[in-house]
């Protein structure tokens, strides 16, 4: 049973606009949370993440919310840029041991010039 | 050669063959993980190691044996595979112990005929 869950297989916006991108969890022992971005041909690069004594983050352009009782995650995008054309992960974890992380199946973002 | 590294990028290979997935670090890492990526599923993390000790194995099968020499590097050997197994194989490495962000090697895409 996939405990993160992402949606929106995809998402268009155009570009100086706000993109919110969401995940959904069912493990309530996850207390730490990422989000990555994968262009074609390359490994998930790493994004921001957030733990869970906190519900928000914020770094640049990014901002991601945690919702605890609704076991829920988003990342805004703000200002949207052509070059954030990618596919976004969610990922969990119950930050115990070496950090084993569970990931959504991603949702792709457009940008649109 | 920085970040992580794969090789090799691609492999086609038949049901018989035997070969190997290699992977390389160069963050000073401690712990290094496998994970499969097939066509609209989400990642599924294989193995971990932490510390040079394997303390994840997801049920995978025997046709895949990992080894980990070193915190440097981390193998995937593979053998007798099927079609099913064709996927793209990530490798990533952070540090031990929990709320790490896991930085992700470009992945081998793998064929098995």
């Known amino acids: 049973d996939q405990q993160v869950k992402q949606n929106s297989p995809s998402l268009s916006v155009q570009e100086g606009r706000i993109s919110i991108l969401n995940c959904d969890y069912t493990?309530?022992?996850?207390?730490?949370f990422l989000w990555y971005k994968k262009y074609p041909a390359e490994g998930p690069t790493f994004l921001i993440s957030i733990s869970s004594i906190k519900d928000k983050n914020e770094d640049g352009r990014f901002t991601v919310f945690l919702n605890k009782s609704a076991k829920h995650l988003s990342l805004h995008i703000v200002p949207s840029q052509p070059g954030d054309s990618a596919v976004y992960f969610c990922a969990a974890s119950a930050g115990t041991g070496a950090n084993n992380l569970f990931f959504g199946t991603g949702t792709r973002l457009t940008v649109i010039p | 050669e920085t970040g992580v590294t794969q090789t090799p990028r691609h492999l086609v290979m038949g049901m018989t063959n035997k070969k190997s997935l290699k992977c390389e670090q160069h963050l000073g890492h401690n712990a290094m993980y496998w994970y499969k990526q097939s066509a609209k599923k989400p990642l599924e993390l294989m193995f971990v190691?932490?510390?040079?000790?394997?303390?994840e194995n997801n049920s995978v099968p025997s046709r895949f044996s990992p080894e980990c020499p070193n915190s440097s590097h981390l193998f995937l050997h593979l053998h007798t595979l099927q079609p099913e197994d064709s996927a793209l194989y990530l490798c990533a490495s952070s540090q031990a112990g929990g709320r790490y962000e896991q930085y992700f090697g470009p992945g081998t895409r793998l064929t098995v005929t």
């Open positions: 190691y932490s510390l040079e000790e394997r303390v």
């Open positions: 493990n309530s022992m996850f207390d730490y």
